[in-house]
């Protein structure tokens, strides 16, 4: 039995280097490079083109190299009965919450409004604002969302979720989904930490953006799917918006002619919010592994059904 890695714009060297590290002996091949595409029945995966693990007859499990999962369940050629996992690690969850905090604090300082002076060597002063008096609403409240509201709680911000099914966390108002309008209404920063699913693609549009508290910041680090880039255009061009941090984008590397990288309200970062460590969840793809070899349940297993 042995383990596939396919991967795009990810540089397999590390993973295999972590692979070997913990188990020698394991007989790991690196896609397109395939000694036996019959002893394949394990695939670790990040952005495979399309159709690609048709190849592998015996294939039974596809982990992501990441949290997220739809570049995987996207490819429809993909038979339902082969398993997916997805990435939960601590180093990934305190980066992701690090980062929030980051881009939150970047708002209400004032960062980007200083860093455009800058450019034109212009110095001006601009109030900036307590965490104590914004309200973050974090949409998507697993893993991620958790892990981001308690870092901002703790520097003084104050949070609301929203999710699927009802939380109960003190200190933060939880939303449902059918109360989104509510959920918006009062996040004053409106960071986007959910999966991609046929509810959550463009959720991020016109009408919805507009429900936001004006001059509300967007934090973007999910997937690009989730937001219209016209709709934040318009709403940042014509005031309702004061600041988009985009960390994810429709193409990556997000190309040269894209209007986001000069807007004096966008903060671009190249899908860097977090990243996994090789060395840091190579036990966790070991231990399903062995897993599917037993024939017993997998960690972190994806529900196709809900496709996160
Ligand atoms: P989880 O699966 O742990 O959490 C997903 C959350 O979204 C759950 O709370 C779920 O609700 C909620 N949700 C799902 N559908 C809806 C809906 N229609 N309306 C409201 N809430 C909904 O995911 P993670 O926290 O691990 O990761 C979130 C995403 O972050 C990933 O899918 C990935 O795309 C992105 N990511 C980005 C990175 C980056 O570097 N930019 C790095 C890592 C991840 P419920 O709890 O009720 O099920
Ligand atoms: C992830 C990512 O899903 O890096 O882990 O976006």
């Known amino acids: 039995m042995s383990i596939v890695l396919v991967c795009n714009h990810r540089d397999p060297k590390p993973w295999v280097k972590a692979f070997k590290n913990k188990n020698p002996n394991l007989d790991i091949q690196v896609y397109p490079d395939i000694k036996d595409i019959n ?42 009965s082969i398993k997916v996992t997805r990435i939960v690690d ?11 905090l980051l881009n939150c604090l970047y708002g209400i300082r004032n960062l980007k409004f200083h860093a455009q002076n800058q450019l034109d060597k212009h110095w001006e002063i601009k109030a900036y604002r307590q965490p104590e008096d914004i309200k973050v609403g974090i949409m998507g409240f697993g ?17 609301n979720s929203l999710s699927k099914s009802r939380k109960k966390i003190e200190g933060i108002k939880s939303y449902i989904e059918n109360e989104l309008d509510q959920f918006l209404a009062e996040s004053q920063i409106l960071v986007c930490l ?15 953006l507009k429900k936001l508290p004006q001059n509300a910041q967007v934090i973007n680090v999910a997937r690009s799917q989730h937001l219209v ?43 860097v919010a977090s990243m996994t460590d090789p060395d840091s969840v190579v ?26």
């Open 39 to 80: 002893s394949v029945n394990f695939a670790i995966s990040w952005q495979h083109e399309h159709g690609v693990f048709s190849q592998f007859p015996n294939l039974k499990v596809i982990a992501s190299m990441g949290a997220g999962v739809h570049h995987i369940l996207r490819d429809k050629t993909i038979p339902k």
């Open 90 to 100: 601590d180093n990934l969850t305190k980066d992701m919450a690090d980062f929030v």
């Open 143 to 159: 893993v991620l969302g958790k892990a981001a509201a308690k870092k901002l709680k703790l520097n003084g911000f104050m949070v």
């Open 194 to 208: 959910l999966p991609i699913t046929e509810d959550t693609k463009a959720i991020l549009n016109h009408d919805n």
């Open 229 to 271: 880039e016209d709709d934040l255009i318009q709403l940042l061009d014509d005031g309702h918006l004061s600041l988009a941090c985009l960390d994810v984008f429709q193409t990556e590397p997000l190309p040269k002619d894209s209007r986001l990288w000069s807007h004096p309200k966008v903060s671009v970062t190249p899908h």
């Open 283 to 308: 036990n966790q793809i070991l231990d399903n592994f062995n897993r599917m070899k037993n024939n017993e349940s997998l960690k972190n297993e994806v529900d196709r059904e809900k496709a996160y």
